[in-house]
């Protein structure tokens, strides 16, 4: 297998594009891996909604959206104007099927809590939310890029259930 194609190597670009535009052709390739064909799942217009895009095969569902410029942009050039918005991962499926699905950071489906998940995420990451009573096992994290990992864990906080990344603030250009 291509190091480049494996589920840990994407669901990690994944989570590094998440509230991000500029993506343009990548957007492309990302949906070949996911088991997606063309353009079709992508949002076609910059009147268009949040575009929520299941792919169950990678244990993955990811929200994208577009800037107000994406109408303006030469038809080429519009992938450009794409934001992946929002990304959840399941923890679950990823620990069933490793060959197919992974989360990311490193983060271990079966085993991590909340200080592991912590430790991986590394210095730059402090906790926003640690759920208590019935939330007891939802933790949020800010990184110091603006993303938020929040982290459904499992019984007795340990194992993780969902994942899912988001960004504070306004889309960025990824890369810049």
Known sequence: MNRENTPARWADAIAARVGTYGNGPWLLELGKWLGLAGKDWLPDSSGDERVTVPAPVRAIQIELCTLPSHGQAPPQ??????????????????????????????????????????????????????????????????????RVVEVRFRTQAKGIGQVQIVRLMKAVQFGV
């Open 77 to 146: 050039s519009r992938l450009n104007h794409i934001v992946l918005d929002r990304v959840f991962f399941n923890g679950e499926m990823a620990a069933q099927r490793p060959h197919e699905a992974a989360l990311p950071f490193g983060l271990d489906a079966k085993e991590n809590t909340p200080a592991s998940v912590e430790a991986k995420l590394g210095h730059g990451a402090s906790v926003l939310y640690r759920g208590k009573g019935e939330k007891a096992g939802i933790v949020s994290w800010e990184l110091d890029d603006n």
